[in-house]
C-alpha cells in the first residue's frame, strides 16, 4: 500500500543539538511532499514543501528519490521547536496523506 | 488565524447523539477536506469536497456525512455516537495544485 511513514514516535535532543526528523515514503513517480508542525494540539501549519525548496524557522527538507525520503532537518534546535511533526504526501486528487507524526521535544 | 473557520471549538455529548460540525474555507478555496484526529490513529483523512461536489472518501464511517453548501462552507455530522469518536475533528482547505492546505483550529469531540 502506498503510504507516508514516520518511524520515530518520539525524538528528544537538547537545545543547540542537531535534529532530524525521518520520513519515508512508497509511492511511485515524483511525489508532493510537505511537512506540517503542530503546537500543543493547535491547528497544523504548514513548514515545508518540497516544490519549494525554502527554509523555514531554520529547518529545511530534501527529497531523496533513491532512498525515498523526506527527513526534516534543522542544524540547532531551539526549545520552541518543541512540537508534533507530520510528513505528508499529495496525491492525484490533491488528498493528502500523512505519517503517524514525531513529536519533537526539545529540552534546555 | 488561517482564514479556515471551524465552529464549535469544543463540544460534549453523549453517546447515542448526533452532532454537527461546520468549517468555513479561506476565501476563494474551492476545496474542504476533513480529517479527524486521535491518539492512537493520527491524522486520518474523512472526506474531500470541491466545489460543492464529493471528490474523495477515505476512512469515514456510515455513521457520518458531509456537504459541501453552494457558499462553499462545510458541514461534518456525526451520528450514533460512540465513545471512540471523541476526537479532533479538522477541516482544510485549498486553492490550487502549488499550495499546500490550510487548516482550522480543529473542533475537539468529547463523547461522554
Known amino acids: 500500500a502506498q503510504r507516508v511513514t514516520q518511524p520515530e514516535k518520539l525524538l528528544s535532543v537538547f537545545k543547540g543539538a542537531p535534529v532530524e526528523l525521518k520520513c519515508n515514503y512508497s509511492?511511485?513517480?515524483?511525489?508532493?511532499l510537505f511537512w506540517y508542525v503542530q503546537y500543543s494540539r493547535q491547528r497544523l501549519q504548514l513548514l515545508l514543501r518540497?516544490?519549494s525548496r525554502e527554509s523555514i524557522k531554520g529547518f529545511t527538507a530534501d527529497l531523496n528519490k533513491g532512498e525515498t525520503s523526506f527527513h526534516l532537518k534543522k542544524p540547532f534546535a531551539q526549545e520552541e521547536d518543541s512540537a508534533m511533526y507530520y510528513c505528508?504526501?499529495?496525491?492525484?486528487?490533491?488528498?493528502?496523506?500523512f505519517g503517524k507524526g514525531t513529536l519533537l521535544t526539545v529540552n534546555p | 488565524d488561517s482564514g479556515v473557520t471551524q465552529t464549535p471549538k469544543h463540544l460534549i455529548t453523549a453517546t447515542g447523539q448526533r452532532v454537527t460540525l461546520r468549517c468555513s474555507p479561506r476565501?476563494?478555496?474551492?476545496?474542504v477536506y476533513w480529517y479527524q484526529q486521535s491518539l492512537d490513529q493520527g491524522l486520518q483523512f474523512l472526506i474531500q469536497?470541491?466545489?460543492?461536489?464529493?471528490?474523495a472518501k477515505g476512512n469515514i464511517l456510515e455513521r457520518f456525512s458531509a456537504q459541501q453548501f453552494p457558499d462553499l462552507h462545510s458541514e461534518l455530522n456525526l451520528s450514533s455516537l460512540e465513545l471512540g469518536d471523541s476526537a479532533l475533528y479538522f477541516c482544510?482547505?485549498?486553492?490550487?495544485?502549488?499550495?499546500?492546505?490550510?487548516f482550522g483550529s480543529g473542533t475537539r469531540l468529547t463523547v461522554v
Open positions: 482544510a482547505s485549498s486553492d490550487s495544485v502549488k499550495s499546500g492546505y490550510t
Open positions: 509511492y511511485s513517480g515524483s511525489p508532493e
Open positions: 518540497h516544490i
Open positions: 505528508a504526501h499529495r496525491g492525484s486528487n490533491y488528498k493528502l496523506t
Open positions: 476565501s476563494g478555496d474551492l476545496s
Open positions: 469536497y470541491y466545489n460543492g461536489e464529493e471528490r
